[in-house]
Each structure stands twice: as C-alpha cells, then as structure tokens.
C-alpha cells in the first residue's frame, strides 16, 4: 500500500495536477466538490453508513453537523467510490486545529486503502492578525 499524506503550499498544487487523476475538494473550481452539497446531497442511509465505516477505521464519532465532520465523511466517500488516486484538499476555512485533527485520522483511513494519496493545501489565510495596540 502506497499512500502518503502531504502538506502542501497552494504554488504546489499545478504540479499535482499535471497527473490528471484527482479529486479537487474545497476549492473554488468548476471541477472541485463542494463539501456542504455533496454531504447533503448523499442519501441518508449512504450518510449513516459512512459515518459508522469512520468509525470502524478511527475509533472516532465524528460529528457532521460542522464543516470538519462533513469534509471527513467527503473524503472518506471519495476514497472509498474513487478511481482517482490522488485527493486535493484546500483547507481555507479550517482551523489549525482542525487541521491538525483531519490529518490525524486521515493517516489511520488511509491505512486502509491502496495507492492514495492525500494532499491538504496548507493555507496562509487561516490565521487573524489582530493588533491589540490600537484598542
């Protein structure tokens, strides 16, 4: 089982593209999967499912009424329904430790699937700076 798991600046993403097999999940792309509608859009028996099968692979009751928890169910139906290889994850809108989370148990999912590969794009954007010298 060949499956990686990279952290990636958004100039990387071209290279990865080049390959032509691949999810784009995030993004604003005529091609990408928005998160929110397909999560909505899989019948619920299909949501419940997936959500048990993550389970069973992370020992983690996700929670799918936030961003974080429908994007790990996203994911998780791409890997399972996907010939593509290669997924690309933009993670603007995630929080550091929301990051930190997705790639923790994107390892053990992973682990269970054969020639994958995931790469999150790594987002400058995440972070406020506030200055509290002008209060």
Do not use: C, W
Not at 40 to 51: D, G, Y
Not at 53 to 60: E, G, H, K, M, V
Not at 76 to 102: C, P, R, T, Y
């Amino acid at each position: 089982m060949n499956n990686q798991l990279y952290i990636i600046d958004l100039q990387d993403v071209d290279k990865i593209k080049i390959k032509k097999n691949f999810y784009l999940i995030n993004f604003d792309d005529v091609n990408s999967i928005k998160i929110i509608p397909f999560y909505e859009n899989l019948k619920k028996e299909e949501q419940i499912n997936l959500i048990q099968y993550f389970f069973q692979l992370t020992n983690i009751n996700i929670r799918v009424n936030d961003l974080l928890g429908k994007l790990s169910i996203t994911i998780l139906k791409a890997l399972i329904d996907g010939e593509n290889q290669d997924i690309i994850i933009n993670s603007i809108g995630l929080s550091e430790n929301s990051i930190s989370f997705l790639t923790e148990h994107l390892k053990k999912i992973l682990n269970n699937f054969k020639d994958k590969n995931i790469f999150i794009v790594k987002n400058n954007q995440n972070t406020i700076d506030f200055d509290f010298s002008k209060l």
